[in-house]
């Protein structure tokens, strides 16, 4: 199989071509390199593009990292869709594919109209051009003040799990068995049923967003401490700072307290082994309060920073968009949250001098979480900047406005 993008955009600006997962497809380049500016072209190789699930639809992923553009797919020669996607990831839906097919995309301004799929059995006439006895003038192209968007994966993150797209999960039925990583494109998050055998679930219809329908799913724990884990040192074993970011959704249901991020003492991960020390713990309490701790000494069950202890409130049915980060900062160790955009709070963990954690190298999602939908999450090993942090909010305003 064989690919080819070419960019006649003078705004649109492509840095990706990719599927959800590597077990959907992958893209060789052989020719050209992103970024992929005006008139530039890329092409090469590629495998298969399916999604395993039965379904006679794959899809392909494109990161317009500037402006919007209508993408034109065509496949095996003919036209199969044109149209218009904005900044971002533009997720554009194709028929499975096999060996012998080819893929042309083309990227053209946005405001174009757009060709016709079937094609047309009469040839239209060619216009006879009419010289022009004065050349045109070039015109000046006008820097777009479309904001880049960077996803994730691009930042570094160690891990990144979409459970808004089924595409990213392995399921039966409702119930999620595991999480294909964003970032490696494998199966690092595994489902653990809770006592009774109560497991976590997908809807993929609860939530419809407005603007992109295909984020339309979220995450949620039956109960019993039913959770998504990574295995035991998957993460973690020389992380003295992190930056992590959650987009949940708290129902209203205060019989429950729900954790969204965890990584406490005597927690089981998915391999039956127990955590033996404590990083941090980031929930939503039985009154709705966001509560976000962290432990700058592992060992020790005092001592933690507590960024916010119930003081920030969580809206009832409203999605919420939250990054925590922890860091040392000379003789203190620090957590800060940022909510949907803005900074919160900050604060330092009381006596401990600098502190160069040994954390848990395993991760609970949901843990117990009866009371939050969870579209997506994700951790990076370091301190984010605060304009990195700016890009996270802005990556996820784009893809659930």
């Given at each position: 199989?064989?690919?080819?993008?070419?960019?006649?955009?003078?705004?649109?600006?492509?840095?990706?071509?990719?599927?959800?997962?590597?077990?959907?497809?992958?893209?060789?380049?052989?020719?050209?390199?992103?970024?992929?500016?005006?008139?530039?072209?890329?092409?090469?190789?590629?495998?298969?593009?399916?999604?395993?699930?039965?379904?006679?639809?794959?899809?392909?992923?494109?990161?317009?990292?500037?402006?919007?553009?209508?993408?034109?797919?065509?496949?095996?020669?003919?036209?199969?869709?044109?149209?218009?996607?904005?900044?971002?990831?533009?997720?554009?839906?194709?028929?499975?594919?096999?060996?012998?097919?080819?893929?042309?995309?083309?990227?053209?301004?946005?405001?174009?109209p757009v060709p016709s799929v079937t094609p047309s059995n009469t040839p239209a006439a060619t216009p006879t051009p009419t010289p022009s006895t004065t050349p045109a003038a070039t015109p000046t192209p006008t820097p777009s003040s479309t904001p880049t968007f960077i996803d994730p994966a691009s930042l570094g993150a160690i891990f990144w799990n979409r459970f808004s797209n089924e595409s990213f999960l392995n399921l039966s039925g409702?119930?999620?068995?595991?999480?294909?990583?964003?970032?490696?494109?494998?199966?690092?998050?595994?489902?653990?049923?809770?006592?009774?055998?109560?497991?976590?679930?997908?809807?993929?219809?609860?939530?419809?967003?407005?603007?992109?329908?295909?984020?339309?799913?979220?995450?949620?724990?039956?109960?019993?401490?039913?959770?998504?884990?990574?295995?035991?040192?998957?993460?973690?074993?020389?992380?003295?700072?992190?930056?992590?970011?959650?987009?949940?959704?708290?129902?209203?249901?205060?019989?429950?307290?729900?954790?969204?991020?965890?990584?406490?003492?005597?927690?089981?991960?998915?391999?039956?082994?127990?955590?033996?020390?404590?990083?941090?713990?980031?929930?939503?309490?039985?009154?709705?309060?966001?509560?976000?701790?962290?432990?700058?000494?592992?060992?020790?069950?005092?001592?933690?920073?507590?960024?916010?202890?119930?003081?920030?409130?969580?809206?009832?049915?409203?999605?919420?968009?939250?990054?925590?980060?922890?860091?040392?900062?000379?003789?203190?160790?620090?957590?800060?949250?940022?909510?949907?955009?803005?900074?919160?709070?900050?604060?330092?963990?009381?006596?401990?001098?600098?502190?160069?954690?040994?954390?848990?190298?395993?991760?609970?999602?949901?843990?117990?979480?009866?009371?939050?939908?969870?579209?997506?999450?994700?951790?990076?090993?370091?301190?984010?900047?605060?304009?990195?942090?700016?890009?996270?909010?802005?990556?996820?305003?784009?893809?659930?406005?």
């Open positions: 199989m064989s690919f080819s993008i070419t960019n006649n955009s003078a705004n649109a600006v492509v840095t990706a071509i990719s599927t959800p997962s590597s077990t959907y497809g992958e893209f060789t380049i052989t020719s050209g390199s992103f970024p992929l500016l005006s008139g530039d072209t890329i092409s090469g190789t590629n495998t298969a593009i399916n999604n395993l699930k039965g379904s006679p639809y794959g899809t392909i992923q494109i990161f317009l990292q500037q402006g919007d553009a209508q993408i034109e797919m065509y496949i095996n020669g003919i036209l199969y869709s044109a149209l218009d996607y904005s900044s971002g990831i533009a997720e554009v839906q194709v028929p499975i594919l096999s060996a012998g097919d080819t893929i042309a995309i083309n990227i053209d301004e946005a405001d174009l409702t119930n999620i068995i595991d999480v294909i990583d964003g970032v490696s494109g494998t199966t690092y998050f595994k489902s653990v049923s809770g006592s009774p055998a109560n497991d976590t679930i997908f809807s993929g219809g609860s939530f419809v967003n407005a603007c992109e329908p295909t984020y339309s799913g979220a995450s949620y724990s039956e109960g019993g401490l039913s959770r998504i884990t990574s295995l035991n040192g998957d993460y973690g074993n020389s992380t003295a700072e992190y930056t992590l970011f959650v987009r949940f959704l708290w129902d209203g249901n205060t019989a429950y307290e729900g954790f969204f991020f965890s990584s406490d003492i005597a927690q089981p991960l998915y391999d039956g082994t127990n955590l033996t020390n404590r990083w941090f713990q980031h929930k939503i309490s039985t009154s709705g309060k966001i509560e976000l701790n962290i432990w700058a000494d592992p060992a020790a069950a005092t001592g933690y920073v507590s960024i916010d202890q119930g003081n920030i409130n969580a809206t009832a049915n409203t999605w919420t968009n939250i990054v925590v980060r922890a860091y040392n900062d000379g003789a203190n160790y620090k957590g800060d949250v940022f909510i949907n955009g803005s900074f919160v709070r900050q604060n330092d963990a009381a006596g401990v001098n600098g502190v160069i954690q040994t954390p848990a190298p395993g991760i609970l999602l949901n843990y117990g979480s009866e009371n939050i939908w969870t579209a997506e999450s994700g951790m990076f090993n370091r301190k984010l900047s605060n304009s990195e942090v700016t890009d996270v909010f802005t990556y996820l305003n784009a893809k659930y406005c």
